[in-house]
């Protein structure tokens, strides 16, 4: 047995017990009663680099976030770090990008709380992994999914949790993309839901998913739902996370321009208002690096060794109106990743020196998904050229062959299945690219839908399909929750991509040959 998994499974066992606080996000009445701060919503870890990474924490009261790194889990020799202040105004959330680490190591980290009163006041540690980026080439495996607690899904603490998270966890990865809906903000759950067989799944309830989140505070109460899970908080403090967004951190299909005029569940009808705040408590609850020079941006790069790049996309927040998406010319109503992202993502893949550039995107590129009856969500309209939000897509697909970009893979979820995509120019109406795959899974812990029907666009086949067979809604318990799991060898440089279900089976597996 290699010393990794000793080590992450003995994390698991040493932070069960102080992760136990967040079950409902109820403080320990004795540390209460001495002044000491508590822990309330475990540890998470993210956008990790190779020689620094994002912590993040959440204590009951205003106090400092107090971190200590070492290179063993003895916590020998370790390096103390004086962190931020969790105050109100962030709900008392704290992070922080620590630096100075050993690329390409196991990394454990500790995090306290220190009371403002008492600065020897301390609350009880969490202890959490760490995962640096290589300098040089070795193997690198990751994990991705997206669509946490959806459609009325949460915490059914009788059929065990999240079981996803775990599923996820058991296969020791360096890191995990989530890509995105990472809450249902829009999803009010319901205390009992009596399925097909008449038994009753029952969930976990906070007043904060009783209904939609408007208020600044409604939104927060949706991540910290997620982190009373114990296979949730697991995975957080000893995976670290790479998080974009899509529609549901918000509401369903939403666009920044919209008012939701027809939409009686909503007191607040501004759009723009409240995707600011969902937006904010988004970075305030997520493990992300927010030295960019957009405040709240989402899309970045984190560059995880000469193997891999990773490029987080968000197709939300620069978008056009959903329409008919039918405009046979660019205007802002086609926009769809934005002029400026656009820029900075063929910039970024040209610069990059990694074999593999892994483009993280929140929605699949030829899958149907409407938004009503005559608009539609994602870039694809149906069959024929490029139209509406393709454009940006064109354009992209372009920019990339014509620059020379070699071994390009798009990974997402959004449809709540799981799919193998194949994009080949010679069946497509738009053939100016280079052929590449993408691939779809999830949901990790929602409703299981699909298939979607496919554009042709850009040409693509179906490989492979696992999905309820136009069955909506099917609970997690049916089984069709699902992750995709890489592996990139260090000899050869092939990417593998694995396919599989939260039973740990292994539905669809392909090797990648990188282009030189």
């Keep these: 047995m290699s010393r990794l998994f000793t080590t992450r499974r003995q994390f698991l066992a040493s932070t069960s017990a102080g992760l136990t606080l967040a079950a409902s996000g109820l403080a320990r009445p004795a540390l209460a009663q001495a002044g000491r701060p508590v822990i309330t919503h475990g540890i998470q870890s993210g956008d990790i680099t ?28 370790a390096r103390m770090i004086r962190g931020p202040h969790a ?29 403002l009163d008492n600065e020897k006041a301390m609350s009880e540690p969490v202890v959490g992994r760490i995962r640096t980026a290589p300098t040089q080439k070795r193997d690198i495996t990751f994990v991705w999914s997206g669509d946490t607690a959806g459609q009325g899904w949460g915490i059914n603490e009788a059929w065990g949790g999240m079981r996803g998270y775990k599923a996820m966890l058991d296969q020791n990865p360096d890191f995990y993309i989530n890509s995105g809906d990472c809450i249902y903000a829009d999803g009010p759950m319901k205390s009992e839901v009596t399925l097909k067989d008449g038994t009753i799944w029952k969930n976990i309830l906070i007043e904060e998913k009783t209904k939609v989140a408007e208020t ?94 990773v490029f987080v996309i968000d197709m939300r927040t620069y978008r056009g109106d959903n329409s008919p998406n039918r405009q046979d010319s660019r205007s802002a109503a086609t926009d769809f990743l934005g002029r400026e992202q656009l820029n900075w993502l063929k910039r970024e893949l040209v610069n990059s020196k990694a074999i593999w550039k892994v483009i ?54 959004d449809v709540h299945y799981t799919a193998a995509h194949y994009y080949d120019p010679n069946k497509a109406q738009f053939q100016d690219f280079n052929p590449f795959w993408e691939f779809v899974s999830g949901p990790i812990h929602a409703g299981s839908f699909g298939p979607g029907a496919m554009d042709n666009t850009f040409g693509v086949e179906v490989k492979f399909s696992k999905d309820p067979a136009g069955v909506a809604n099917l609970p997690p318990s049916d089984g069709l929750q699902f992750y995709g799991h890489v592996k990139i060898a260090a000899d050869t440089g092939v990417m593998t991509v694995d396919l599989r279900d939260i039973a740990n089976t292994s539905l669809y597996k392909v090797d990648l040959q990188p282009m030189v």
């Design 50 to 77: 190779a020689n620094s990474a994002v912590v993040w924490s959440r204590a009951d009261r205003a106090a400092r976030m107090m971190i200590e790194v070492a290179a063993t889990e003895d916590f020998k020799n």
């Design 360 to 413: 993280a995107a929140d929605m699949p590129i030829s899958i149907l998904v409407r938004d009503g009856k005559t608009d539609f969500e994602n870039g694809a309209n149906g069959d024929g050229p490029v139209l509406g939000r393709e454009f940006d897509i064109a354009e992209l697909l372009s920019f990339i062959q014509h620059a020379g970009v070699q071994n390009t893979v798009w990974l997402t979820a």
């Design 216 to 309: 600044l505070n409604e939104f927060r109460g949706n991540y910290k739902y997620n982190l009373m899970d114990a296979h949730y908080r697991a995975m957080m403090a000893n995976v670290p996370m790479i998080a974009q967004w899509d529609d549901h951190e918000t509401t369903n299909n939403w666009y920044p321009n919209e008012i939701l005029v027809s939409d009686d569940r909503y007191k607040v009808k501004s759009m723009a208002l409240l995707s600011a705040r969902a937006n904010q408590a988004f970075h305030e609850f997520m493990p992300t690096d927010q030295s960019l020079a957009e405040s709240g941006r989402v899309y970045r790069k984190v560059s995880y060794g000469p193997l891999l790049d």
């Design 87 to 115: 105050l109100e105004n962030s709900d008392f959330t704290a992070k922080t990008v620590i630096t100075g680490l050993e690329a390409g190591q196991d990394v454990f980290y500790r995090v306290a709380f220190a009371s």
